[in-house]
Each structure stands twice: as C-alpha cells, then as structure tokens.
C-alpha cells in the first residue's frame, strides 16, 4: 500500500495538529485528568490513521481486457437505469453509478483505452452524493473518451456532502490507459458512467466493487 500524493499535504497538517494537541494534553492533563488524556490521544489517533487510510492506494491485480469496461472507482452500485443525456450525448444513455463512502479508497481509473474527446468542470451543490440530481447540480467534472473501435462513453466524478475537490489529470486530446489513474476525489463522493445503450452491464444494484478490478460491462 502507497499514500497517494493529494493527500500529502492533508496528512502533515493532520499529524502536526494531532503532536501538539498530545503534546498539550500530555503536559497539561495528565497529571490531574490522566483518563481524558488518554481518551483524547486515542480520539486524535483514530483520526489520524483515519486520515492516512483516506489516501491509501492498495496493491491490486488490474484488470485489462479490451472488451470490458472497467469500475472507475472503489464503492457501491446506487444507479443502473436509463436516461437522457444532456450535456454530452443528447440521447439515452445507460446510467451506472458508484457511491464511494469515505472509508472507500478514492482514487479514480479509466475504465477504457482511448482518446479524451471532452473534459468539463461544471460548478454546482453540494447535495448528498446518492441524491438522484446530484449527477446534474452536484460539482462535477465529466470526462468523455472515445475507443478506437468501439465508441465513446462519459464518466463524472460527482462532488457529495462531504467532499469539496475533484482532482482530474486528464485533457482533451491526450491518449489514456485503462485501469490508470485519471482523478481523485476527496472525502466521499460518487462516479456516473454513462453507456451506450444496449452495452451489457455486469454489476448488479447494491454491488460491492473495486476501481480498476471490477468489470463494469461488457462491449
């Protein structure tokens, strides 16, 4: 397991705080309130370790196949329906989404080989991330990528309550690598990949599933 870099800086600033509360606790409490000392190091630890748990990267086999599309991110399947894009496709789509909690691990991966063709950031709310118009008023930043042979499907990193950055690496033009890391998205949050319609979805309602190892569908 690796610790990814955005969460860098939120790591050090969570370990300085978590020093000199101790630190304080240690030279202050201690002596006269030891129970509330030690409740308070096991509290700001719990945090800490939190934290770094956050930004974790697991060693994992990925998953590489041409006809497949992959799970872009770790977490549940709330969405598979049909639906009518408006800011891409203007047709029907078909519709997956994954809840991702904050005990989920947030890096984002393409779940396809290709070409980027669209990349948006749209301003918005900040609405939970299973509510059903977070896809269209939520902060998102949607990235479109067309395959070679196959065609071109879109995939939103979707801001939720708690979540206030969307981290995205890709741009227009540039070629990407299924399973790679595209994004990040921090403290909980949620990922719409749009199909074309007919494509076979191979995750069910409620699933449990992991970014870049999970097959998502099938072309």
């Known amino acids: 397991m690796t610790v990814h870099k955005e969460g860098f800086q939120t790591i050090g600033i969570t370990a300085l705080v978590f020093g ?7 030279s202050f409490l201690s002596g006269s309130y030891p129970a509330v000392s030690l409740v308070l190091f096991f509290v700001t630890l719990f945090l800490l370790l939190f934290i770094i748990s956050f930004f974790r990267i697991p060693n994992r086999q990925l998953t590489l196949n041409d006809n497949q599309i992959i799970c872009p991110a770790d977490g549940k399947v709330v969405v598979i329906e049909e639906i009518i894009d408006e ?5 029907k789509r078909i519709q997956v989404s994954i809840f991702m909690s904050p005990a989920n ?3 984002n991966r393409n779940p396809i080989n ?12 900040y609405l939970v991330a299973w509510h059903p118009k977070s896809s269209t008023e939520n902060e998102r930043w949607s990235v479109a990528v067309k395959h ?10 979707i801001a ?26 921090k ?30 569908a099938t072309w």
């Not at 990949?193 to 007919?198: A, E, K, N, Q, R």
């Open 20 to 26: 000199i509360i101790n630190v304080l606790s240690f």
């Open 87 to 91: 800011e891409y496709f203007k047709d």
């Open 105 to 107: 691990v947030h890096v």
């Open 114 to 125: 290709g070409q980027v063709v669209y990349n948006q950031y749209h301003k918005g709310k």
């Open 148 to 157: 070679a042979q196959k065609g071109v499907i879109l995939y939103k990193q």
């Open 160 to 185: 939720g309550a708690l979540a206030k950055r969307i981290c995205n690496y890709t741009k227009v033009g540039e070629s990407v690598h299924q399973t790679a890391e595209y994004g990040f998205i």
């Open 187 to 216: 403290f909980g949050s949620r990922v719409d990949v749009l199909l074309p319609v007919g494509t076979q979805v191979n995750v069910a309602l409620n699933q449990v599933v992991k970014g870049g190892v999970t097959v998502l």
